[in-house]
């Protein structure tokens, strides 16, 4: 059964014009990175990749962090271990950015502390995007 976290985060995926951010974006084909960003643009959403030390990943421009994105994202997507996404997703805070997801393993206690407090919406609780994703 759904909390009303993933219910929220569902109907966002079901609206076809989110925009996704997607924080550890990478080349490796072996990665989620790379393997989570085919499966959301193979379903259509516009995503945008974050990777500081790539220009493209398969064809897509990539961006070096959020601040440089054309658009503010629907939903920022964590795939970056946490000592790393701790500080982006203070940043994005910062930038009044809403929705937070954390794909499995990118989460921790100080994570979850921040988004608490923060009030804003997010996933740490272990579910894929790309299960979740139509």
């Not at 937070?100 to 990118?106: H, L, S, T």
């Amino acid at each position: 059964m759904y909390n009303e976290a993933q219910k929220y985060f569902d109907s966002l995926l079901n609206n076809p014009k989110t925009t996704i951010a997607l924080v550890g974006a990478t080349n490796d084909r072996t990665k989620y990175g790379n393997i989570i960003l085919k499966n959301l643009t193979a379903k259509n959403f516009e995503v945008y990749p974050i990777n500081p030390k790539a220009s493209a990943i398969d064809g897509i421009p990539a961006y070096p962090d959020l601040t440089k994105l054309p658009q503010k994202p629907d939903i920022v997507n964590f795939l970056v271990p946490a000592k790393l996404g701790l500080n982006v997703l203070k940043r994005a805070i910062e930038m009044n950015l809403d929705n937070f997801w954390f794909q499995p393993g990118a989460e921790s206690e100080e994570i979850i502390s921040v988004l608490r407090e923060s009030g804003k919406h997010y996933l740490a609780d272990g579910s894929c995007i790309m299960v979740m994703a139509h």
